[in-house]
């Protein structure tokens, strides 16, 4: 992100509630959840920023098929593991579920309807600055569109539906929790979701 945060008071405020309205399970998880709050509340739009240290927040989403039985993921080429489509904020987000449906449009080519809050907030190691950023602190939502074929870019020349019962091994921290629990509320919310709207264009 630039120093220009088109996004202004809307986006801090947009992620300030997606924060509070997720869904800590657990001690360990509610830790987190308030811990990133209070870093929210003395950072500001500074913990949106890519070259924020030691840590900046991130949005992402669990791609599935509309009976939660497939998962769109992606090959990241510096890990060398497959992972949800997600990345950093950008200058003219508006929110973190529209920075999450960005995310997917510019890795997948895949729109639909997404969750207004993060059904997980993930804490782990940041692979875009290392030495200087040691945690991205990512909000994951879950979106749901139907199973179409996905458009590789440059960002992601490889990307593909997976059955979510026969995922790959090569699979980054975390990503088999996000999948079950994006099915979870899948399951159990699937009136929340609304319509991603324009996500933007691809880089």
Aim: negative net charge.
């Amino acid at each position: 992100m630039t120093d220009t945060l088109r996004g202004g008071t809307g986006l801090l405020d947009d992620v300030g509630a997606a924060l509070r309205n997720a869904r800590p399970d657990g001690p360990d998880e509610r830790f987190e959840q308030t811990a990133w709050l209070a870093l929210l509340a003395s950072t500001g739009d500074g913990l949106l920023r890519r070259t924020q240290a030691p840590a900046h927040l991130t949005a992402s989403a669990a791609v599935l098929s509309e009976d939660g039985s497939q998962t769109c993921l992606v090959f990241h080429h510096k890990m060398r593991k497959w992972v949800q489509p997600g990345g950093h904020f950008e200058p003219d987000d508006t929110g973190g579920a529209q920075a999450a449906a960005r995310e997917v449009v510019e890795e997948t080519g895949l729109t639909g309807r997404v969750l207004g809050s993060p059904v997980l907030l993930s804490r782990h190691r940041a692979p875009c600055a290392p030495g200087v950023v040691d945690w991205h602190l990512d909000l994951q939502y879950l979106m749901v569109t139907p199973v179409v074929e996905p458009t590789p870019s440059d960002e992601s020349p490889q990307v593909r539906w997976w059955p979510v019962g026969e995922l790959p091994d090569n699979l980054a921290s975390g990503v088999p929790e996000l999948v079950r629990r994006a099915g979870q509320v899948l399951a159990t919310t699937p009136t929340a979701l609304t319509t991603s709207g324009t996500p933007g264009t691809p880089r």
